[in-house]
């Protein structure tokens, strides 16, 4: 914590790094591309798991869980999602290790233990989970079968980073049935906006809701819709998918129902999930060159109190009176920690609070005592202000829904400055390269135009805007016609 | 549904494979000795895990995420503790599936994405962690480090249960650093007395809290605690285990500290968990041949209201009543079903909650709605009372009170009636064989006695108890001089 940060301007990606591993929220560990999430990260993500556990629960599903392994052949019995995973996958081979003779003992892979068929370390479980659903759906009295899991899956990425791209990671999946095409597409858009108002609501990160184009959509999904957000390097992150499957892992897993009309039909299907990547979005949308701003919906704890004293009498009354501001807080459902340590001095714990991006601190020094105040300091503006004893946990809760409010509308106001409006390939470019954020462009609707642009820009298309609106007009690159805009963004 | 569950009579084992199938907690998977956790039973463990994590909490622990994968060089730091577990490990050796020509376009793994070093699905994660711990901790100023993991685990059994024993399941881990010994087993007892707290206290099962023998112990642990349970059959169930690692794990990863007068020192570890095979404890402890019976304090939901009814207005007019029922059980935090499902016949409703082991079933019908009253029936004794609408709520209230509590005392009254004191080896093989439970007996505190008498009785030694008086005697097998009574019994 001594050192400073890199900022921002510097090196983004590099104050990224630091920022993670020196505000105690994840490291990498000892498997290549895994990481360790820290109890300080993993506070915050359990928060995230609260609220959507609750929002998930509240229309209606329930949670379940599957197993950790597919077996090869159930993996590769839907295709397109076979092929979209099978690069990606850790394979168990074999089941037992035994101790090498011949080698001191050390242990190896006893190649007598060899599975007869290998597995598949979940990389998403609609395998098996649409391989178990067939034996829980008869009828459409069984539908709609409303299920989710948290869990971790395992990709086997080749270039990691933190949060933002793991070979492990953390995270939900819902897996739905329903009787007609039309309710499963209901429900990927009302899970879609799920993930929206959740990420509005406590993330404090505004998101574009969109549908991906075929390219960018998840193997074996008929549709892809998806919430997707800026960071302040002007590159876009997709924050979560919800998918409508259609009949195919119906089909692939033969999963049919006997319909009100007494006749059997294949179900339809839909996917949708977030992971601990949400993690890198929350970071990257609000810190700054000082560490960690966390909106106070997702703050471990919301207050930190830190006392100021030169003796062990001063602490005592300085306790006393924290004590009652920890109590009227509290009362008002505002999570509080006084620090106590003795091993720090306050200024260092400051710093490590501003590092740590704890909404709001206290301060109270033996001058404060004397005139019954306290300062009250607000992280994300670094600003501080002397608040009398009997309006503390008044002031720190409006501060607190101030803050939160605050963060969202200067991610909103950020993010709508870098929505740009072009009309001819030479301002995509520039505007790609230069400014950064999203570009929002009409588009001839091919895979084609697509891949070329992403050749010369790398800039993909983020996502088809669920309130585009109908509009005349040509292609950035092709120059054909197109009756919508859609959002091109270099991404995370 | 339809047939009747095998009575415990009959076969106690077929009974409780049955019942956790028809009462909806899990099923067995296509993937060998790995369970489904269906939403039912899934809502059970969350119950305890939202207890457990509440405990923990309380207790100064946080909790963090660790990799799923340990490499094998990790694995086999700690000796003793490799050798625990080698035998039962998933192991990935490669990370890439192919498509092969030869096959039809079947997947198969690529030989070429062969890992350099294999990685071992943990088995639980003692060397992931420690090797972490390394880098955490420094000075005296880094512990206690009191840590939890919510994980999921793989240990390669040959023959599973479901929840009892399988290839994967979902547990806790906690681990935890210290500065002295003294504290390293102080935190290994309180872990263990929290497990036996949540036992009675929300599980309503009875447990003894003892200490294992050497050879029952935990590789690489210098004592385990646990907590040891007794099933209907009369066999022992170990709940819970709370292992006092000494230095062990320190000195194999190389974790010291500078204590207080600057030295450096190797840190005293201690590690606990609890598991899904709960679950099984739950099942089998407290449920009958009509199906599961549920403690109040763990049920997803504790009052089912069926409406009995001929007609639509029938049912409005019901439904109105079970309204304000809802609302006043909500309001006193009892979770509530009021299941309206029109296909099904109140019957059917009544045996499928009777199966599912609900605590309380409130049925209203229309002579009900005349008299201004409902039935109230509790499922652990199958009793049933009218109950006029105003009181509704407050006899609910305390008949859940009643019910947590009977199931703990007939569980109590049970497993004391299943502790035969023993002070010669014919009786202790009768009541092995004949009598089941607890048998306690001296034991000249050799492994050597303990595994004649597994090998003659297939008894193992459950623990050494807590509460174990100092008492002169002889060992029941070997003759040997002896100075506690110990306790024997066959287990899961």
Not at 153 to 179: C, I, P, S
Not at 416 to 433: Q, R, S
Not at 466 to 482: F, I, M, N
Request: contains cysteine; negative net charge.
């Amino acid at each position: 914590m001594s050192k400073k940060l890199t900022s921002r301007a510097e090196d983004y990606s590099k104050w990224y790094n630091e920022l993670v591993v020196k505000a105690d929220l994840a490291e990498n560990s000892a498997v290549r591309g895994c990481m360790v999430i820290k109890p300080y990260g993993y506070a915050i993500w359990e928060k995230m798991q609260a609220e959507l556990d609750r929002m998930f629960k509240e229309t209606g599903h329930q949670n379940a869980y599957f197993p950790l392994f597919v077996p090869k052949s159930l993996f590769e019995a839907e295709e397109k999602n076979a092929e979209g995973f099978a690069k990606e996958c850790a394979v168990v081979t074999h089941y037992r290790l035994q101790s090498d003779p011949d080698n001191e003992g050390k242990l190896r892979v006893d190649p007598e233990a060899k599975l007869e068929e290998e597995l598949v370390v979940r990389p998403t479980s609609e395998a098996i989970i649409w391989n178990t659903y067939r034996n829980w759906i008869q009828s459409y009295r069984d539908l709609p079968l409303l299920i989710n899991q948290w869990a971790n899956v395992v990709r086997w990425e080749m270039r990691t980073r933190l949060f933002l791209r793991t070979a492990e990671f953390l995270w939900q999946e819902g897996h739905t049935a329903h009787e007609t095409k039309a309710e499963a597409i209901e429900e990927t858009k009302l899970m879609n906006s799920v993930y929206a108002k959740f990420a509005e609501n406590f993330m404090a990160i505004p998101v574009i809701q969109g549908v991906k184009t075929e390219s960018e959509r998840f193997a074996g999904a008929e549709d892809t819709y998806c919430i997707e957000a800026l960071m302040q390097d002007g590159k876009a992150l997709q924050a979560g998918t919800s998918h409508f499957l259609g009949q195919n892992f119906a089909k692939a897993f033969d999963v049919k129902f006997a319909n009100k009309e007494g006749k059997q039909d294949y179900v339809w299907a839909t996917s949708w999930g977030v992971s601990t990547r949400l993690m890198g979005a929350l970071i990257m949308t609000h810190s700054d060159d000082n560490g960690l701003v966390l909106p106070p919906n997702l703050a471990p704890y919301q207050v930190v109190i830190v006392p100021i004293y030169k003796n062990e009498e001063q602490l005592d009354a300085i306790s006393k009176v924290a004590e009652d501001i920890i109590g009227d807080l509290r009362d008002r459902n505002i999570s509080v920690k006084f620090d106590k340590r003795d091993t720090l001095r306050p200024g260092a714990k400051f710093a490590q609070h501003e590092l740590q991006g704890v909404p709001v601190r206290i301060a109270i020094g033996p001058k404060d005592l004397e005139n019954e105040t306290v300062e009250v300091a607000r992280r994300d503006t670094l600003t501080k202000e002397t608040v009398i004893l009997d309006r503390v946990s008044v002031v720190v809760e409006d501060l607190l829904e101030d803050i939160q409010k605050a963060l969202f509308n200067k991610a909103l106001i950020f993010r709508n400055e870098h929505i740009t409006v072009v009309d001819n390939f030479d301002a995509f470019k520039e505007t790609i390269e230069t400014k950064g954020g999203f570009v929002s462009a009409h588009w001839d609707g091919t895979t084609e135009t697509e891949d070329k642009i992403k050749e010369i820009t790398k800039a993909t298309i983020r996502c088809i805007p669920l309130d585009a609106k109908e509009e005349e007009g040509v292609c950035v690159y092709s120059g054909k016609p197109s009756q919508k805009r859609v959002l091109f963004a270099k991404a995370y």
